[in-house]
């Protein structure tokens, strides 16, 4: 009952986030990697197995002569050169550039992608999340169709939608808030992808609550509906926090020994999971109640 009696706290507390989250989005924009704006992906790697210049100083000669390239380590000695120039594989001018600045690495593989292509990705990404939005409140009012109580099934979903919103805004505004301040954060497809397993595993946990709403207003006699929310929650709440551990736990493990290619989709997940958790426990359920109240003062 402690978390539903004390939701105006979790709501100011969410509302400081989401705020944070959305003034980064729009003051910092987003840095959007060659998936989304078009350009090149270049792997290059030493020639031979153990070279005598450090990794430090090859991405500082490159970061100097590629300008306008974000340079990234990749394996043990090789980089990954993001350009938005579009670049040939079979063109040796960036190779012959490459040698002339730094004659101990060669290309392995060049991945380009148009601008045409880039925009068309750009817009099916946001049309994918737009779409899982929309089919998770119709799924979400169908299930709780049937349910007794004050609250008809479409503010379910409606409050779902609230938490899930707080779930992805987040992790935009810290990607955004950190390529600001540091640089070199990315919104690419691996970040999308992260933002779509963060929508269906923030679900889940809202829907793990619900449901237990549901069977409660069903099988518990002599309670208010807040009463009950507080109760289901309290069932739910040692469930929900060691799933998310456990994840997040898994998460960072590839964070800090995978490959770095990996690096930012498992960040975007542990903080979206993180916010997930919390957004289920702690938004979803309260906002419940909330309406509840709304539906008795009409």
């Not at 350009?39 to 030493?46: D, N, R, V």
């Not at 430090?56 to 050169?81: E, H, M, S, W």
């Not at 992790?171 to 954060?185: I, L, Q, R, W």
């Not at 679900?203 to 289901?232: A, C, P």
Request: net charge positive.
């Amino acid at each position: 009952m402690f978390i539903v009696k004390n939701r105006i706290a979790f709501y100011i507390l969410s509302a400081i986030l989401i705020c944070t989250s959305i003034f980064a989005y729009f003051n910092y924009g987003l840095n959007y990697g060659i998936d989304f704006t078009g350009g090149s992906s270049i792997e290059i790697q030493p020639i031979a197995t153990s070279t005598s210049i450090t990794q430090d100083v090859a991405k500082k000669v490159l970061d100097q002569n590629f300008t306008g390239a974000v340079v990234r380590p990749y394996g043990t000695a090789g980089f990954i050169i993001k350009t938005k120039e579009v670049i040939d594989a079979k063109d040796t001018t960036f190779a012959n550039k490459l040698a002339s600045v730094l004659p101990t690495h060669k290309i392995e593989r060049v991945d380009t992608i148009g601008p045409t292509l880039g925009a068309e990705l750009k817009q099916k990404s946001v049309t994918s999340i737009i779409l899982v939005l929309i089919a998770i409140v119709l799924f979400i009012t169908f299930a709780f169709r049937q349910v007794s109580g004050t609250v008809p099934s479409w503010k379910y979903g409606a409050a779902a939608i609230v938490a899930l919103f707080h779930d992805v805004i987040i992790p935009v505004g810290f990607f955004s808030a950190m390529n600001h301040f540091t640089g070199g954060y990315e919104i690419d497809a691996l970040f999308i992808t992260a933002l779509l397993v963060v929508l269906g595993f923030s679900i889940h946990d809202t829907i793990v609550v619900f449901d237990r709403v549901r069977e409660n207003l069903r099988v518990v006699k002599g309670k208010s509906f807040e009463e009950i929310v507080g109760i289901s929650v309290s069932e739910t709440f040692i469930r929900s926090i060691n799933t998310s551990v456990t994840t997040i736990l898994a998460l960072i493990a590839v964070y800090v020994w995978g490959p770095d290619t990996t690096h930012h989709f498992a960040l975007a997940l542990i903080i979206g999971i993180a916010a997930g958790t919390y957004s289920s426990i702690f938004i979803g359920s309260n906002l419940l109640v909330t309406m509840a109240g709304w539906g008795k003062s009409k």
